[in-house]
Every structure is written in structure tokens, then in C-alpha cells.
């Protein structure tokens, strides 16, 4: 399979659930802060950037929906 374009996502992937309830609460009330933050982490210790970046970029590459 090759690579697949952004600007065609939506004709690839479907919705999950999850995703239409909030597409349909976006599209009803655009400016409502529903939906902004789902997760946050925070990494502590010594952290090398540039091998965290490489492995995000890794997972990125490797999962088209990413």
C-alpha cells in the first residue's frame, strides 16, 4: 500500500463513534472548548529529545491514521 494523502483522509477512514459525537458538538458549537485536552502526560527524569522525537516520528510513520 502506499503512502496515503491527507487531503483525502477523510474518504479513507471512517469515524469511530467516539469521533462523530464530537464532530457533531464542533459542528453545533465551534467555539466551545468541549474536546480540546483528552490527555496529558508528564515525563520526568533525563529525557533526550532528539531520541524521543525519533521514536514519536517511528510511531508517526508507522500509522497512517497518526
Do not use: C
Not at 479513507?12 to 480540546?36: C, D, H, N, R
Request: charged share 25%.
Amino acid at each position: 500500500m502506499g503512502k496515503l494523502e491527507k487531503k483525502h483522509i477523510q474518504d479513507i477512514f471512517a469515524l469511530t463513534p467516539m469521533q462523530e459525537g464530537m464532530l457533531i458538538q464542533y459542528v453545533k458549537e465551534p467555539e466551545s472548548s468541549k474536546y480540546i485536552e483528552q490527555l496529558t502526560l508528564e515525563l520526568g527524569g533525563n529525557i533526550d529529545n532528539s531520541r524521543f522525537e525519533k521514536a514519536w516520528n517511528l510511531v508517526i510513520e508507522s500509522n497512517e491514521m497518526l
